[in-house]
């Protein structure tokens, strides 16, 4: 059967006017019965290529295809003959993203459909690219002959390609980020929200991570807008890299990324994870032949246990950035209740620092730097001290950053250079002032002639001035801090290299700047005594290392006496720690050194202690069924002690409620008195700010099907529904009241 027997029932749509060759026969009507005339508009029709006609016989092979549709497929490619299910195939509309389904279903269910769009099978999978795929739009009707017999399909196609990949060009534009690839803002709520909402009905978890790059600003204002984005383009490669299968990447726009991780909820994981992200993102870039260094802050909040709903969730994760940031940059947090009150905080500090200086609450303190033998003070730190009318005294590791992030920190730095440089103005000649300059100020064209007023209006030595850098200055441009660094060295004054080891520590930094002095952080003397970490040998390499580049080292946050001799030992030069004296106001250093008190007698505890953290928090214990408050004493991952119960025997099992869901399964271990030391089944994992967690926290599903409403974990201690749950059982042990006073002093 040819094409002419099968087109009988075609309905003539007539888009175009049909050219045919004899203008005088269009003119005339043409008869049902005049066959010839009829083929001859067919053909006419097919060639104008308006659209093509194809027939399948009762299997659905194809039997018939217009000549131009045939010569869209590959040459050598068989078309008559074979299932038209392996030639094309339909697209799921909902998705857009490529899930095909075999045509096939279609054509077995004997339906008509109209105007379907398929797309165009390549003979090797994988070969094609999205943006050379066919597409067409499908027509067809199933026919059958008098006794109702299928005798297969006919129909016509057109080709959509074009008109279909702008279409898929603009839903991608609407859904995606043109600069990385990754989803926008709109698909990342979209598919939140459709996630949350089945996994509500499944009892499943996800977790959502919003991330914030430190530092980009400077990138982008000192490499310019391309060197921004092509940052923020490896920036995505690197976080694709890393996350896990199943999550879905978003750039929310600026430096803003998130990161959602769905069947997710164990926080040792989680922090795992972010810490890796962090050291990836904080690895060097190469841009354009400059180098650039950022790092990232980390938000972390899982649902359903800190949100249930999208929007609840967006809002536990910005909160818990917001913490990150705050708490000293390239760090994570997770979600928790007090959060809220901290954010709060926040924004109340940067309000008011705005007017601290005005209002005289800013005052500037001087912390002794000693010689690490001798204990002869050779100058002093001026570290800020803000005395804020309402929460007192308020830490410049909170409000330092504060004022970086609100533009205030040109103005405070300005204020504690004139204030240093004025104070040590009236102390020996032979001592020093260092100042902390931040990486920020040191951008700020104004500094030299900042540093050069402050030296004048005091008539200080330049060279009785240190100004203390850190790391961080070396990701700007590289021409403009080189600029800097001769500019202040060329004033006389000194540079110190501050918490050294604690950034991207780089030789070349050393080598590039005209550094007089390196600070080693206060992180390698913590536990530089014990033998099982390497901070000592790390002390030993950079005291060599700058010695063979002639400068000399201090050592941060001396605070026992056997970190002392250690330190002494590892022959750094100099010692600045709480072991000789805190920052005291200028008073205090003048009352000294009119006394003619130059040597510092080292006063702190024998011995470092391990890093433990003493901990004065009222939890409650859980023993069969019954509630008891105690005192947590100490804390760590695998164990606690507390006080408050008396005469529990060895070997008892207990239960923690550290609060908000949070539930430890423990063995006594030890008992004394009032005191018991417990062992923990399952470890704590950090929180990311220097406290501990629970991996898993009781879920909110679960309380709810105890007949609690639906919701994220609310604050404070709850009774837990158990499968035994009654009232609370008789006490067991003997609960003693034990203030917090009555413990060791910190
Ligand atoms: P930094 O420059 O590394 O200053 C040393 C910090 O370590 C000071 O904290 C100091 O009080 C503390 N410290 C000293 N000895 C010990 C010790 O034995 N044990 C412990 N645990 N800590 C010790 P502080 O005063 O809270 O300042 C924190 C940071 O805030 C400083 O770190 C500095 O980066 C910044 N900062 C302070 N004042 C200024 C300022 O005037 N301008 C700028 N830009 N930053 C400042
Ligand atoms: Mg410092
Ligand atoms: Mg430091």
């Known amino acids: 059967m040819g094409v002419r027997g099968m087109f009988k029932n075609l309905g003539g749509q007539g888009a175009e006017p049909i050219s045919v060759p004899d203008a005088e026969a269009a003119a005339r009507k043409i008869s049902k019965v005049d066959a010839k005339e009829r083929l001859e508009m067919l053909d006419a029709f097919e060639a104008a290529g308006i659209a093509w006609l194809w027939a399948t016989d009762p299997e659905g092979n194809l039997i018939y295809l217009s000549d131009s549709a045939v010569e869209t497929f590959d040459d050598k490619r068989p078309v008559i003959g074979e299932p038209l299910g392996k030639l094309i195939e339909t697209v799921c509309e909902t998705e857009s993203e ?26 090797q999978e994988g070969r094609a690219s999205e943006d050379s795929e066919t597409w067409w ?56 929200t459709a996630i949350l909402n089945a996994y509500k009905v499944e009892k499943r978890s996800c977790a959502l991570l919003m991330l914030d790059l430190d530092r980009f600003k400077q990138v982008n204002d000192t490499l310019g807008h391309p060197a921004g984005d092509e940052l923020l383009r490896q920036v995505s490669q690197r976080l694709q890299r890393i996350v896990p299968e199943g999550s879905e990447i978003g750039r929310l726009g600026g430096d803003e990324f998130q990161i959602m991780i769905p069947d997710m909820d164990d926080r040792g994981d989680l922090g795992e994870l972010s810490n890796r992200i962090i050291s990836m993102i904080s690895q060097p870039y190469s841009i354009e032949g400059s180098r650039a260094i950022i790092g990232t802050s980390i938000g972390v909040a899982i649902a359903p246990y800190d949100g249930i709903e999208p929007n609840e969730l967006i809002k536990a994760t910005d909160l818990a950035l917001y913490a990150a940031k705050g708490g000293g940059r390239g760090q994570f947090r997770f979600y928790s209740n007090d959060l809220k009150e901290t954010a709060e905080d926040r924004r109340e500090i940067e309000e008011d620092l705005r007017d601290a200086l005005v209002r005289g609450e800013l005052e500037m303190h ?23 009318p309402v ?54 064209d104004n500094l030299p002639s900042v540093v050069q007023s402050a030296l004048q209006t005091s008539g200080l030595n330049p060279d009785q001035l240190e100004l203390e850098i850190t790391e961080s200055v070396f990701m700007g441009d590289v021409e403009a801090t080189d600029a800097m660094f001769k500019t202040l060295s060329k004033l006389g004054v000194k ?74 030992a590892l022959d750094a030069d100099m010692v600045q720690g709480f072991i000789f004296s805190r920052a005291v106001p200028q008073a205090d250093v003048l009352a000294k050194l009119e006394a003619g008190e130059l040597k510092y007698e080292p006063i702190g505890p024998a011995k470092s202690r391990a890093d433990r953290r003493t901990l004065f928090r009222r939890i409650s214990v859980i023993h069969e069924n019954h509630h008891y408050t105690v005192m947590l004493r100490d804390l760590s991952r695998t164990g606690a002690r507390i006080e408050g119960l008396v005469d529990v025997p060895v070997g008892t099992q207990l239960v923690l409620d550290l609060g908000e869901g949070q539930l430890v399964v423990c063995t ?27 991996r898993h926290r009781v879920s909110p599903y679960m309380l709810a099907s105890a007949g609690m409403p639906l919701q994220a974990l609310p604050p404070g201690n709850y009774k837990m529904p158990t499968r035994d749950s009654g009232p609370d059982s008789t006490p067991r042990f003997m609960q003693v009241d034990v203030s917090a006073g009555s413990s060791r002093a910190r």
């Not at 001087?366 to 804020?388: C, N, S």
């Not at 010695?547 to 946050?557: K, L, N, Q, S, Y």
């Not at 062992?679 to 990311?688: I, K």
């Open 98 to 123: 490529g899930r095909t389904r075999p045509l096939s279903f279609l054509l077995s269910s004997r339906t008509s459909f109209v105007e379907q769009p398929v797309r165009v099978i390549e003979p």
């Open 366 to 388: 001087y912390q002794p730097v000693v010689d690490a033998k001798t204990h002869i003070v050779r100058g002093f730190e001026a570290l800020m001290r803000w005395e804020h």
């Open 495 to 568: 540079l110190a290299l501050d918490d050294f080891g604690t950034g991207y520590s780089s030789l070349a930094y050393l080598r590039r700047a005209p550094f007089d002095k390196i600070k080693i952080d206060q992180s390698f003397v913590r536990g530089c005594t014990e033998d099982d970490n390497s901070n000592a040998a790390i002390i030993t390499a950079i005291v060599s290392l700058a010695r063979a580049m002639d400068m000399v080292t201090t050592a941060e946050g001396v605070e026992a006496l056997d970190e002392l001799d250690k330190i002494a």
């Open 391 to 444: 929460h007192g005294a308020v830490s410049p590791g909170i409000f330092i950053p504060i004022a970086e992030d609100s533009n205030l920190i040109d103005e405070l730095g300005a204020w504690a250079l004139r204030q240093a440089c004025e104070d040590a103005g009236s102390w020996p000649s032979d001592l020093t002032v260092s100042v902390n300059v931040s990486a920020q100020q040191f951008v700020s």
């Open 668 to 694: 006594v271990m030890r008992s004394q008195d009032a005191t018991q030391g417990l062992s923990f089944e399952t470890s704590l994992v950090t929180d990311g700010a220097g406290g501990l967690c629970t």
């Open 137 to 192: 739009a499908l027509t067809g009707k199933p026919q059958y002959d008098a006794k109702e017999n299928f005798l297969g399909y006919r129909g016509s196609a057109k080709d959509i390609t074009a008109v279909y990949q702008d279409q898929r060009d603009s839903s991608r534009m609407a859904e995606y980020d043109s600069l990385t690839g990754l989803a926008n803002r709109h698909r990342m709520t979209r598919r939140l």
